[in-house]
T-cell receptor
Framework: DADVTQTPRNRITKTGKRIMLECSQTKGHDRMYWYRQDPGLGLQLIYYSFDVKDINKGEISDGYSVSRQAQAKFSLSLESAIPNQTALYFC?????????????FGEGSRLTVL | GQNIDQPTEMTATEGAIVQINCTYQTSGFNGLFWYQQHAGEAPTFLSYNVLDGLEEKGRFSSFLSRSKGYSYLLLKELQMKDSASYLCAAMDSNYQLIWGAGTKLIIKP
């Protein structure tokens, strides 16, 4: 089983719908992140959380919100989806004790907004 | 502004050596990362450099020059399974990662 699990893996929805992407991890890491990946662009940080009570906006947070329900769970919501939010979304974790700050990624959630 | 530049695509032959370059401009610097991403899969960590010089890890090596804002990933004895995208990312003074768009490496027999 994957250490960082994302659900759903694939989702097709319509403009204006509310969507939630969920991420859970069994690595015991304190830090969690949501990224989106678009063809020809680098990974872009949406939101990140360094512990349960800590939520921070990334470079492209507009149109998104997050919830850190527990140390192991970090969900991303699109309140009213729009077509330019069509992308591959990755959840990632890291451990503040790590020498390198290495990120561990989930398998990705491919979202299509029609 | 902050920026990472790396080639979009490279082609190499099985068994050969390839060097993937990355230049970066960031507000402050706290390290340079390389990740490998196979098509349709998640990125996986390859290397981290924070000091100048070469770090070797099996068939893969990573080099950093902080004064030049430059890094490269060297892959030796290429195998077909090395066909993937290689992502360069620099960590700025706020410990945020700035990602390049990735270099797609195509390995030919």
């Amino acid at each position: 089983d994957a250490d960082v699990t994302q659900t759903p893996r694939n989702r097709i929805t319509k403009t204006g719908k509310r969507i939630m992407l969920e991420c859970s991890q069994t690595k015991g890491h304190d830090r969690m992140y949501w990224y989106r990946q678009d063809p020809g662009l680098g990974l872009q940080l949406i939101y990140y959380s360094f512990d349960v009570k800590d939520i921070n906006k990334g470079e492209i947070s507009d149109g998104y919100s997050v919830s850190r329900q527990a140390q192991a769970k970090f969900s991303l919501s699109l309140e009213s989806a729009i077509p330019n939010q069509t992308a591959l979304y990755f959840c990632a974790t890291s451990d503040h004790r790590s020498d390198t700050g290495e990120l561990f990624f989930g398998e990705g959630s491919r979202l299509t907004v029609l | 502004g902050q920026n990472i530049d790396q080639p979009t695509e490279m082609t190499a032959t099985e068994g050969a050596i390839v060097q993937i370059n990355c230049t970066y401009q960031t507000s402050g610097f706290n390290g340079l990362f390389w990740y490998q991403q196979h098509a349709g899969e998640a990125p996986t960590f390859l290397s981290y450099n924070v000091l100048d010089g070469l770090e070797e890890k099996g068939r893969f090596s990573s080099f950093l020059s902080r004064s030049k804002g430059y890094s490269y990933l060297l892959l030796k004895e290429l195998q077909m399974k090395d066909s993937a995208s290689y992502l360069c990312a620099a960590m700025d003074s706020n410990y945020q990662l700035i990602w390049g768009a990735g270099t797609k490496l195509i390995i030919k027999p």
